[in-house]
């Protein structure tokens, strides 16, 4: 397993390209409850097919340790670039996806030197500007529970109405969440990785500091997103001073829904641009 030890922590990642050779690789830093062992994900996808690509699994999550919390977001801005130090990255392209995003913005507040651009996903800038609070959701929910109460909050598309039209999506997405479940998230120790992670991702509150980084930064927005409302983008793409902000068909699983958006990242991304 690629496990990489850090100064405070044993990271998990998989990386794909030349990481030595390539001068800026992109850092991936996925959602809440992120685990790289759920398949497919973005080491699937297109990225990687065409940039140098790294993702891990965060503190308390997937493969990496799990540590007494709580934890802090400059934690986990700290433990990625703990990450690019142990792998000698002196500087990269950084996409955040939902938390990750959260996570991306404490990195570019924190360590901008290490950053070349900046993509932010479905993600928010936290305070008066919050995502969905799954902090709130009850700590034992299961996988079917969280899907049906989040559903029609993921994509505003799928309300009451469209869940009543179509049980048979449903009973499929269901069926899918059952057949792709991973055993280990239902020990006592992720869930309480899990559990300091959302507690940390509540305290996330940077809007008021958005004007200081100037890192070149694309924002990337699902159209039906109720977990990062519209209102959040608009915000993200006022106070950042040098982003733009693209839009895209689909809810907070955009990236998926609307295979336009990885598009355009890796076209922000590539080199000249």
């Not at 932010?120 to 008066?128: A, K, P, V, Y």
């Not at 689909?250 to 990242?265: N, P």
Request: aromatic share 6%.
């Amino acid at each position: 397993m690629p496990i990489i030890k850090t100064q405070d922590l044993a990271i998990y990642y998989e990386a794909t390209g030349d990481i030595k050779a390539d001068s800026s690789p992109v850092l991936f830093i996925g959602g809440t409850g992120g685990d790289l062992r759920s398949r497919p994900n973005v080491m699937d996808g297109p990225l990687p097919a065409s940039m140098t690509t790294i993702a891990y699994d965060q503190r308390g999550l997937g493969q990496t340790e799990k540590p007494q919390g709580p934890y802090t977001m400059a934690q986990y801005a700290d433990d990625a670039v703990a990450l690019l130090d142990a792998l000698s990255v002196d500087r990269a392209h950084v996409i955040g996806v939902s938390f990750g995003g959260m996570v991306a913005q404490h990195l570019a507040l924190r360590h901008a030197a290490r950053i070349d651009k900046l993509v932010l996903c479905c993600t928010s800038s936290g305070g008066e500007y919050p995502s969905y609070p799954f902090h709130e959701l009850e700590p034992d929910i299961s996988p079917e529970q969280r899907l049906r109460r989040l559903m029609g909050i993921n994509d505003l598309r799928r309300d009451q109405a469209w869940q009543a039209a179509n049980p048979d999506k449903i009973d499929s997405m269901l069926r899918y969440t059952r057949e792709h479940a991973i055993a280990d998230h239902g020990t006592e120790e992720f869930k309480r990785g899990a559990r300091a992670q959302v507690l940390a991702r509540a305290a996330h509150d940077v809007t008021d500091r958005l004007s200081e980084i100037a890192i070149p930064t694309l924002i990337c927005a699902g159209k039906y997103d109720g977990i990062a409302p519209v209102a959040n983008q608009q915000v993200l793409k006022e106070r950042l001073p040098n982003a733009s902000l693209r839009w895209f068909e689909g809810g907070h699983m955009f990236m998926v829904q609307d295979k336009r958006a990885l598009k355009a990242v890796i076209e922000f991304l590539k080199p000249g641009d």
